[in-house]
């Protein structure tokens, strides 16, 4: 038997048919869709979308680019398990997706790309917003998508969709190979009539498999924890992403192995757990790169190693050596480890039944509790609001935030100074409070995130931190929490220019050369007065009830106000200066930003000296 319906809206039937499965848990995979249509989707995927309201949901985005950070904030709060479809129309609106892509991709969340593409049959060349590449007259600007997607493919036949949406499904559901997937979709094609086989539209069960360790490198790895003297855990976005979290604490309560965190990582022990003792690396914690420097063993769980972990390479010790735990092999064997290539929990159940019986040195886990007393103190200290009158620091804003919640509430950032406060400062109290997109960085990131949270997890407060310079990238969808009623919490922090570059600029010896927002002094440089943007105004204009703190006092009342709204709520802040971004302790790590060999500026040449100084203490770990 037989089903006629267009490719589009095949396409879309076979989508509200797909599950995953975890744990005996079966979750729906694409549970909505979003969309902007233009000439390139509106008769396909937008007919489509119509004759399947009651099985698709459908939201409407401002900006291609937010609405695949407010999938990839579903995503990532759904734990990897369902995720969001993304369609756009040709040219500008599909290559708006290039930058959400990567970040996906980049973390390991899944999104359904749909991006209209240019007729497969070619009528007429060139059509509206088509791109003509003399040499390849199968080139479009989807191509763009291939680099930063974990699958990709152009459905150029209606016959062709039947082993691309199921590839589609399969790389979505792998928990090792998840990221953004792309079917690039002809506006011809998706408009297609085609005889479909039933069974195309039967419902289907993707199972999120547990690899289990293989016991030649379980062996291996159960020796390297036993002979280790200074072990030290380092938590990545694996731990998250695998439903970890218990088991990582029942594997510190049982060895005492202190666990530190990267961005992704944080929040998989609890601020207050005896073991955790918070970020690594150049944001980290001074109790945690002082463990690693010392460590003789890392066990790296569901981590990348970036740069930020690792500081440029000059954290860890030279007689450190490395054990990781992650699904994927390409990460496992990073840092020359031993792999243990397995599911985040699995693995660390099997290594706890393992080490039952040991412990490490009671000296050294007095030692880090000690260190770990002393960094508390330091975040009290940051966190100070001595003059309940004075304007606040980024760092009592923080402290502020953190004094009113409780494990319900969601925090979102992604770029800018505050990525690093939170990672040295905020004392996560849930398993999915501290949600910081650090993979990518991306500035806009974070209000439409929280939007995909909100979608997730509806009834949770969901905060959205941004500086001036993050909000203007990507306010737009502040239109869509107000249009879906979606009662999201942005804090804005006003410092007049992108700060946290600034400040590095700085310390380069680029002077904070082009990071302020001001007018343009009688040397041309934009030095000058501030700028006279009323962000708060701005965001009031598009819907959002927004509140202005002036003192700490304020402040703390706005932002009590703000977690009581049963709607979008702005709560406005101007902090201290932009050049005292935030009063935290100073980075506890080097990050290599390289700086210019030959300089005739003073600023310049000190700061090479200081590079040179750094690079000397680079090592690689073989």
Not at 42 to 53: H, P
Not at 160 to 167: S, T
Not at 328 to 337: C, P, R, V, Y
Not at 501 to 524: K, N, P, W
Request: contains cysteine; hydrophobic residues 40%.
């Amino acid at each position: 038997m037989s089903v006629r319906l267009t490719v589009a809206q095949a396409l879309v039937a076979f989508l509200a048919r797909q599950y995953t499965e975890r744990d005996g848990i079966r979750q729906r995979l694409i549970t909505a869709t979003w969309g902007i249509f233009g000439h390139g989707n509106v008769a396909g995927i937008g007919q489509a979308l119509i004759e399947n309201r009651d099985q698709m949901p459908y939201h409407q985005g401002r900006n291609e680019q937010a609405m695949v950070h407010a999938a990839v904030g579903y995503a990532r709060h759904a734990r990897r398990l369902s995720a969001h479809a993304v369609t756009t129309s040709i040219g500008p609106g599909a290559t708006n997706l290039v930058t959400g892509a990567a970040l996906a991709t980049i973390n390991h969340l899944p999104v359904l790309l749909l991006p209209g593409d240019t007729f497969a049959t070619r009528p007429a060349d060139p059509v509206l917003q088509q791109l003509e590449v003399p040499y390849a007259g199968d080139v479009s600007v989807n191509d763009c998508l291939r680099p930063v997607s974990t699958y990709f493919d152009r459905v150029t036949r209606p016959e062709a969709l039947i082993p691309a949406a199921l590839q589609a499904m399969r790389v979505l559901a792998d928990p090792a190979q998840t990221g953004a997937v792309t079917l690039a979709l002809p506006q011809d094609v998706q408009a297609e009539a085609y005889d479909w086989p039933e069974e195309f539209f039967a419902e289907r069960v993707w199972g999120v498999r547990r690899p289990v360790p293989d016991a030649r490198e379980f062996a291996a790895a159960v020796r390297a924890v036993r002979d280790s003297r200074r072990p030290l855990i380092v938590a990545g976005g694996g731990v998250r992403h695998s439903g970890a979290q218990g088991a990582l604490a029942a594997l510190a309560d049982t060895t005492r192995i202190p666990v530190a965190s990267t961005q992704a990582g944080k929040g998989s022990l609890a601020f207050d757990h005896p073991a955790d003792v918070g970020g690594i690396g150049h944001t980290g914690t001074a109790t945690a790169d002082a463990l690693a420097r010392t460590a003789d063993l890392v066990i790296g769980v569901g981590t990348r190693y970036t740069d930020f972990t690792t500081a440029s390479g000059t954290l860890f010790g030279e007689g450190a050596r490395f054990l990781n735990l992650n699904i994927t092999g390409f990460d496992a064997h990073k840092m020359a480890a031993l792999p243990l290539i397995a599911d985040g929990r699995t693995g660390l159940e099997a290594l706890t039944e393992a080490l039952r019986d040991h412990r490490v040195d009671p000296a050294y886990e007095a030692e880090y509790t000690r260190h770990k007393t002393r960094w508390e103190a330091q975040v009290d200290a940051a966190y100070a609001t001595p003059d309940p009158d004075a304007r606040p620091t980024q760092a009592q804003v923080v402290g502020l935030l953190d004094e009113l919640v409780t494990g319900d509430d969601v925090i979102i950032n992604a770029a800018g100074s505050l990525p690093g406060d939170l990672h040295k400062l905020w004392r996560t109290r849930s398993r999915d409070q501290y949600h910081v997109e650090y993979g990518y960085s991306c500035m806009g990131y974070e209000i439409p995130a929280a939007i995909g949270v909100g979608l997730a997890d509806p009834g949770r407060p969901v905060w959205a931190l941004v500086g001036d310079g993050t909000y203007l990238m990507m306010p737009t969808e502040i239109v869509t929490a107000v249009q879906e009623g979606i009662a999201i919490k942005v804090v804005i922090l006003q410092n007049h220019g992108y700060a946290s570059i600034g400040g590095l600029s700085e310390s380069v010896g680029g002077e904070r050369f082009g990071t302020a927002y001001r007018f343009r002094a009688d040397d041309g440089t934009y030095t000058g007065a501030p700028l006279p943007v009323d962000l708060a105004a701005n965001a009031a204009s598009l819907g959002m009830r927004v509140v202005r703190a002036k003192t700490v006092r304020d402040l703390r009342e706005a932002l009590h106000e703000a977690r009581q709204a049963t709607g979008p709520t702005g709560v406005y802040v101007e902090t201290e200066t932009a050049d005292t971004v935030s009063g935290v302790p100073p980075a506890q790590a080097w990050w290599d930003v390289p700086v210019a060999e030959t300089a005739s500026r003073p600023s310049a040449v000190k700061a090479r000296e200081e590079y040179d100084r750094h690079v000397t203490t680079r090592r690689r770990h073989l």
